[in-house]
């Protein structure tokens, strides 16, 4: 590294105040400064930061936007997801590798460009969709995917790229509580200061507000076991790390919103006592990073973030942001706070909950962006107010993300207790034979199932609403899932490691016409095992998708089984590819081909 490389890295580290709890953040501006994190880099963190160089490495590794080795001036990644795959991703990637003559994850010679995947952008919406240089492009055609093999050969950054190649679009189809009810600044603070710390958190509690994040536990139960905490020091974290493919809900919120959201931390840290809060933002959204910089800023100048909020007396509250970097575990909340402390994002063991021994090992509570939105308005308007809409059991709203194969794919807010058919509808969803509610490790729905409604006590969701049409393979969509929680398991525990990579081998053997009775069998015996005894909710979740499948459309699994014996799982030709591909043969001699006598 130069001299100046290595004074951008001191000034980088002097910025964060040599504070090894913000290595992720740290990181992330050095993959900005040199693309890649070398060894020599590595090295001189754990200096200046008294760290383990070990420790270091280990974080750098874990997240999938840091690179330990050279990816090229210009990494572009092809989302994925099932949607974007659907609406031609596949086929728009081999364009670009036949562009620039790679194999995927391959670094041209030249070091400018290596081409790979990654998991949901949160741009569902507007598909297929890429990131470069972590910049996120949507919207992908022919035309754009050559436009953008022109700038790279040009060499042009980013973010000096065509304005309209770089927009994201927002699609608010319907809106009601959150997106419809105006809330001066200040104004739920005011109330929340009114009626006391004490009576907000009953009046949370009896608004029968529960988590919009998917687990759907009462928020006013979470809040008041921080508050009775002991320790004065207190802490809240809203989760926008939305990544469970087809889900961008949060997005929109933040981009509509998010005065609203801080609002809601603001009531929370009135409610709980505390004096600091964060925003964990994904990482395929840096677009939203300076408009909520600008809003802190513009709170702070209003007396609505900092000191003595309002002109109450040692009410202090002030907000930073943290941005992931590409890691579906950090969803879950002990994960999350795990990554705000500079480590990886293994979920803790649990009791203790972060209620109360959360960030810094201090109380804490972690809520989704939609559930603040939500609170904000309950401490303004009341819970009587709120509970009037929805069901019984699911006061509020719900905003459901909704893509794949709808003439009007976006966000939609609705009371709890709509049907699927009418979301359905409402989308111009002709011919669905699936949907897939709340993402990957959610719900399968099948026709005869389109009349439930969206509510924890019927069909909860964290937000992703995904429709398959008559067309789709729904055996594709399956194999595509199970991929997705093979590269996203975090690796801490045996059952969800190889669980989850069980069940992505099996999947793609039966996929391939190459499957067996036995595939099957093993494919729900390996779910009920990563369900009963992982160590999070990814391991517990991971199989619901191959469960539901496996009921629900059976006879597509039958119909793929190359015969209904019992055949041997593994090909012995198949294995030996590499070796073929290594050494350029491909005669019949290469071959392991069975006698057929």
Not at 128 to 156: D, E, H, K, M, Q
Not at 396 to 409: E, I
Not at 527 to 536: D, E, G, I, R
Not at 556 to 583: I, Q
Request: net charge neutral.
């Amino acid at each position: 590294m130069t001299d100046a490389g290595e004074n951008r890295i001191d000034q980088i580290v002097a910025r964060h105040r040599g504070d090894g709890s913000r290595l992720v953040q740290i990181l992330r501006e050095v993959m900005a400064v040199r693309g890649w994190i070398p060894p020599s880099t590595l090295t001189e963190l754990a200096q200046a930061l008294g760290l383990p160089y070990a420790h270091i490495a280990g974080v750098a590794s874990f997240y999938s936007f840091f690179a330990t080795e050279p990816r090229g001036r210009f990494r572009v990644l092809f989302s994925d997801n099932i949607t974007d795959e659907m609406a031609g991703s596949r086929e728009l990637r081999v364009r670009m590798l036949d562009a620039f003559h790679l194999q995927l994850n391959e670094v041209s010679h030249d070091g400018l460009v290596s081409v790979g995947t990654t998991s949901c952008t949160g741009l569902c919406d507007q598909g297929p969709a890429l990131l470069v240089n972590g910049v996120p492009i949507a919207r992908l055609t022919p035309a754009r995917i050559g436009a953008i093999c022109s700038l790279i050969r040009g060499g042009s950054p980013v973010e000096l790229w065509p304005e309209n190649l770089r927009r994201i679009d927002s699609h608010v189809r319907r809106g009601d509580m959150l997106f419809e009810t105006p809330l001066a600044p200040g104004d739920a603070i005011a109330a929340a200061a009114a009626r006391g710390a004490a009576a907000t958190l009953e009046e949370v509690s009896a608004s029968g507000l529960r988590g919009r994040g998917g687990a759907g536990f009462s928020t006013g139960s979470k809040w008041k076991a921080c508050a009775a905490a002991p320790g004065p020091e207190r802490y809240v974290v809203c989760n926008a790390d939305e990544g469970e493919p087809g889900t961008f809900k949060d997005r929109e919120l933040l981009v509509h919103r998010a005065d609203l959201v801080i609002e809601g931390m603001t009531v929370a840290a009135l409610a709980i006592g505390a004096c600091q809060g964060f925003i964990y933002l994904r990482g395929e959204y840096p677009f939203l990073i300076a408009p909520l910089e600008q809003l802190f800023a513009e709170r702070r100048s209003k007396n609505l973030l900092g000191r003595d909020i309002r002109g109450i007396r040692g009410f202090d509250f002030d907000i930073e942001l943290h941005v992931g970097a590409g890691a579906y575990v950090c969803g879950e909340e002990s994960a999350l706070i795990e990554s705000l402390e500079g480590r990886r994002g293994i979920p803790r063991n649990r009791p203790p909950y972060p209620v109360t021994h959360g960030y810094k090992n201090k109380p804490t509570i972690v809520n989704n962006v939609e559930s603040l939105a939500a609170a904000a308005l309950v401490a303004r308007h009341g819970a009587a107010w709120f509970r009037s809409v929805g069901t019984a059991k699911s006061s509020g709203t719900k905003v459901l993300s909704v893509s794949g194969d709808v003439a009007r794919p976006g966000t939609y807010e609705y009371p709890f207790g709509v049907s699927v058919q009418q979301v359905l509808g409402d989308a111009g969803a002709a011919e669905a034979q699936a949907v897939q509610v709340g993402g990957p490790s959610g719900m399968l729905l099948a026709p005869h199932e389109f009349g439930r409604r969206i509510a924890f006590e019927d069909v909860p969701s964290a937000g992703a609403f995904m429709v398959f049409g008559a067309s789709r393979d729904m055996l594709a969509a399956i194999d595509n899932f199970t991929r997705f929680f093979a590269h996203e398991a975090c690796g801490f525990c045996t059952p969800c490691r190889v669980g989850t990579t069980l069940n992505a081998q099996m999947m793609a053997r039966i996929v391939a016409g190459k499957g067996s009775r036995r595939d099957m069998k093993d494919l729900g015996r390996v779910s009920a095992l990563m369900k009963a005894t992982s160590h999070c909710g990814l391991g517990t979740t991971a199989g619901n998708p191959v469960v539901d499948a496996l009921s629900k459309f059976r006879p597509a699994f039958e119909a793929r089984l190359p015969s209904l014996a019992v055949l041997p799982t593994f090909d012995l030709d198949e294995a030996l590819a590499p070796a073929r591909e290594a050494t350029a043969r491909d005669d019949a001699e290469a071959h392991f081909l069975e006698d057929p006598q």
